[in-house]
C-alpha cells in the first residue's frame, strides 16, 4: 500500500473530527499506539485487496463503532477480535497477515465496539458467499465526524465542507483500486461522486430499517456484474 495515500489520510485535522490513523482518543483508546495500530490494520486490509478488488463499497463517513477503533471503515473492533464467528464473520475475513488488535479500553467494551452497518455488510458477503476481497470498503467523509456536545462516542452526518476535504482521498483510492464498479451506500455518498463527475451505481443505506433493500439491491449489483 502507498506509503503517500497513508500519509494524507493521516495529516487531516479538523474541528468536531476525530482522525482514527493520526490522533490518539485520550479518553477511550487503550493505550497512546492507538493511532499506530489503526494504521497497521488498515494497511494490511488495503494491502490484501488493492489491485484484486473489483468493487468500492462508499458509504458515509466513519463511526465511532467501526473505524474508529479498528481503522477500518464499516468494520467493527468486535469483528476483528473474533467476536462475529458465530455470524460466520472472522477476522481473517478483514486480513490474514496480521493479528488484529483491539484499541479502545477493554472495560468501555468488554468484546470490543461493534457497529449494525458492519455487521450487515460483512453478513452479508458470508450469506451470499462473496470473497470479502473482491470489495473495498471506503466512505465519501474518510474520517469520524462527532457531535462535540457528545464527545468523541458519537456520530454526526458531515457537512459539505467536509466532504469537499475528503475528495482528493477518495481519488486517490479510485486511481489505487481502479476499480471495475463503484457503489454508493446512501444518498450522501451518491450525491459526493456525482458532484465529482464518478460514475456509481447506489444502494439503500442499511440503518434505520433499510438492511432488507440494501442486501437485495447489492446482490443484484453484485451477482449481474460479478
Known amino acids: 500500500m502507498p506509503e503517500a495515500f497513508v500519509e494524507a489520510l493521516?495529516?487531516?485535522?479538523?474541528?468536531?473530527?476525530?482522525?482514527?490513523?493520526?490522533?490518539?482518543?485520550?479518553?477511550?483508546?487503550?493505550?497512546?499506539?492507538g493511532a499506530n495500530v489503526r494504521c497497521r490494520q488498515l494497511r494490511r486490509y488495503l494491502g490484501e485487496r488493492i489491485g484484486l478488488a473489483d468493487t468500492l463499497l462508499l458509504a458515509e463517513a466513519v463511526g465511532y463503532q467501526g473505524g474508529h477503533f479498528s481503522g477500518i471503515p464499516m468494520t467493527s473492533e468486535r469483528l476483528l477480535l473474533g467476536?462475529?464467528?458465530?455470524?460466520?464473520?472472522?477476522?481473517e475475513m478483514a486480513f490474514s497477515s496480521l493479528a488484529p488488535r483491539r484499541t479502545s479500553k477493554p472495560d468501555l467494551r468488554p468484546t470490543g465496539f461493534t457497529e449494525p452497518t458492519a455487521t450487515i455488510v460483512w453478513g452479508f458477503f458470508v450469506e451470499q458467499g462473496i470473497d470479502p476481497r473482491r470489495v473495498v470498503l471506503w466512505n465519501a467523509f474518510p474520517w469520524h465526524p462527532y457531535r462535540p456536545h457528545k464527545g468523541l462516542l458519537s456520530n454526526r452526518t458531515p457537512k459539505d465542507e467536509e466532504l469537499d476535504a475528503g475528495r482528493h482521498i477518495l481519488l486517490?483510492?479510485?486511481?489505487?483500486?481502479?476499480?471495475?464498479?463503484?457503489?454508493?451506500?446512501?444518498?450522501?455518498?451518491?450525491?459526493?461522486?456525482?458532484?465529482?463527475?464518478?460514475?456509481?451505481?447506489?444502494?439503500?443505506?442499511?440503518?434505520?430499517g433499510g438492511a432488507g433493500k440494501f442486501r437485495q439491491q447489492l446482490l443484484a449489483i453484485m451477482k449481474k456484474e460479478g
Open 83 to 91: 467476536g462475529l464467528r458465530h455470524k460466520g464473520i472472522t477476522p
Open 172 to 208: 486517490s483510492i479510485l486511481e489505487l483500486g481502479r476499480f471495475e464498479r463503484i457503489v454508493a451506500v446512501g444518498e450522501k455518498s451518491s450525491g459526493q461522486l456525482a458532484q465529482m463527475g464518478i460514475a456509481a451505481q447506489k444502494v439503500r443505506h442499511p440503518a434505520n
Open 10 to 33: 493521516r495529516s487531516y485535522r479538523a474541528e468536531a473530527v476525530f482522525n482514527p490513523w493520526g490522533e490518539c482518543d485520550p479518553e477511550n483508546d487503550l493505550d497512546d499506539q
